[in-house]
């Protein structure tokens, strides 16, 4: 399977794994907090909004057009710490994005 391919599954999966989970949205941030600076909108999203309004829709882009994925991701710890508020069983969610970091990982 091609990477872009795995890739898609995997975040199609995260997708599904928070709307099981009551973590996704019906209704969008603000363009200010989609805006933000800083790493992962930490000013002005939680994590799982950037997930969501930010990470999945960039990422989902690139797979489909077969661009040229990052090729770094260090997504996990900062999920692992995000996840310690949310009231919802994440271990999978959790289990998603470390598969997420190592596919970005793989071709370089």
């Known amino acids: 399977m091609s990477q872009h391919k795995e890739l898609l599954l995997i975040l199609n ?3 599904s794994e928070m709307m099981d989970k009551g973590l996704w949205q019906a209704t969008p941030p603000s363009p200010e907090a989609l ?6 909108c930490v000013d002005t999203l ?3 909004e950037w997930v969501q309004w930010i990470m999945l829709p960039r990422l989902e882009q690139m797979a489909q057009s077969q661009a040229t994925l990052p090729g770094n991701s260090d997504m996990f710890p900062m999920a692992e710490e995000a996840f ?9 969610l959790l ?13 370089h």
């Open 95 to 107: 289990s998603l994005i470390l598969r997420l970091d190592q596919c970005l990982r793989t071709s």
């Open 35 to 40: 805006g933000s600076p800083e790493p992962f």
């Open 13 to 15: 999966a995260i997708s």
């Open 84 to 92: 310690k508020g949310v009231d919802a069983e994440t271990a999978v």
């Open 46 to 48: 939680t994590f799982c």
